[in-house]
């Protein structure tokens, strides 16, 4: 490399970090305003771990978060599991939001900072979210109205754009409007955003029936070991099973998820609400059976899924076991054992509640045996007479 190269890419690097300072610089101005610089919103003296219940309520719907035997729950989902880790991680962020500006208005102008209270009275765009933190005895700890986001205009841009920086609050205990520096994007009184989205995933799988209302497209699917192919038993000449369906099958199994949890407890009989009713039985070489009911409600696939599982209590030697294998052997299948009773134990508590499934995931699950077939193809044909 010649010197002159050398010394312009110094000065190019110098410059880049002179550049760099001044946007920090300029940035860091833009949160030294007139009420003060990072002073917390909150009490020192609030517990976050005192905290017991999160309530969220906006103008079109509100959510109650619960602590229930030391675990997290949503009420409106009759008590299911909430994402812990979601609900910490906010509580802290709300413990430790940083005011950077008390802002002078009086109460007629609360709505254009979306300050007032969501009451059917007021208009939308001048309400903002309540947030109330109860302890275990129902007694409020604080209540917090979340308003209108701030945005600062971004440096040199040619068009004038802006990015949201913070978040217009105000505690109900003091009545006075601050900026904080947070934007609170986590803030949501949709129960669903709440939930944990842990659930179960079938994998291994031996065997699935398919069952609807017409008996002559149910259909079996199954094989042998783990690496066959799935095959339908007794296929008409001319017909082959359609792997590419059947795998779409497999991977809506493999990665199973919810939209939300279905509030009401139905019985999966076709009725009135019940437009459709399909139920899928899955075996899996691990033993597992799942039966999976669905029911189209609305317009919206709701499925419920029963576990059981025949685990084994004691290893079966082979005939071709070492001897000074077996220790090891009887371990692995101990080990192996209790691994598989944590998983039907844990998937058997699936069970207790309904789900709200995806068109997609719907469609990739209610197959019948028309989809599963398909015609022998010429190349194919040619293949089986070689």
């Given at each position: 490399m010649k010197k002159s190269q050398l010394i312009l890419m110094i000065i190019s690097a110098g410059i880049l970090v002179v550049i760099s300072l001044i946007l920090i610089k300029k940035d860091?101005?833009?949160?030294?305003?007139?009420g003060g610089i990072k002073t917390n919103l909150l009490s020192d003296s609030i517990d976050v771990n005192k905290i017991n219940t999160l309530n969220f309520k906006d103008s079109n719907s509100s959510v109650s978060?619960?602590?229930?035997?030391?675990?997290?729950?949503?009420?409106?989902?009759?008590?299911?599991p909430a994402d812990f880790s979601k609900i910490s991680t906010f509580v802290l962020k709300i413990k430790d939001l940083k005011v950077v500006d008390k802002i002078n208005v009086g109460k007629k102008q609360l709505g254009r900072l979306q300050l007032l209270e969501p009451r059917d009275k007021e208009e939308k765009d001048k309400v903002g979210s309540i947030l109330e933190l109860k302890d275990k005895n129902n007694k409020l700890i604080e209540k917090i109205i979340i308003g209108k986001m701030h945005h600062r205009k971004i440096e040199d841009s040619p068009f004038g754009r802006e990015m949201p920086d913070g978040r217009y609050v105000m505690l109900d205990s003091k009545k006075e409007p601050v900026l904080v520096s947070e934007t609170l994007f986590g803030v949501s009184s949709k129960p669903a955003m709440w939930l944990d989205n842990d659930f179960i995933k079938i994998k291994n799988v031996k065997s699935i029936e398919f069952k609807g209302s017409d008996k002559n497209e149910n259909c079996l699917i199954t094989k042998e070991n783990e690496n066959?192919?799935?095959?339908?038993?007794?296929?008409s000449e001319g017909k082959i099973e359609n792997q590419q369906t059947i795998n779409s099958v497999l991977s809506a199994l493999k990665s199973l998820t919810f939209k939300d949890v279905y509030p009401e407890q139905?019985?999966?009989?076709?009725?009135?609400?019940?437009?459709?009713?399909n139920s899928i039985t899955v075996k899996t070489f691990d033993n597992f059976i799942y039966t999976i009911k669905i029911a189209e409600i609305d317009k919206?696939?709701?499925?419920?899924?029963?576990?059981?599982?025949?685990?084994?209590?004691?290893?079966?030697?082979?005939?071709?076991d070492k001897k000074e294998d077996l220790a090891k052997l009887d371990k692995e299948f101990e080990l192996n054992k209790k691994l598989l009773k944590d998983k039907l134990n844990k998937e058997k508590d699936f069970s207790k509640w309904n789900y709200e499934i995806s068109k997609y995931t719907a469609e990739n699950l209610l197959k019948k045996k028309s989809n599963l077939i398909s015609n022998v193809s010429k190349k194919e044909k040619s293949v089986k007479k070689k």
């Open positions: 860091n101005k833009s949160w030294k305003r007139k978060l619960e602590k229930k035997d030391g675990k997290w729950t949503v009420k409106e989902r009759n008590n299911y066959d192919k799935f095959k339908i038993p007794e296929l139905i019985k999966f009989k076709k009725g009135d609400k019940v437009k459709e009713l919206k696939y709701i499925i419920n899924i029963e576990t059981q599982a025949n685990i084994a209590e004691k290893r079966i030697p082979n005939k071709n």
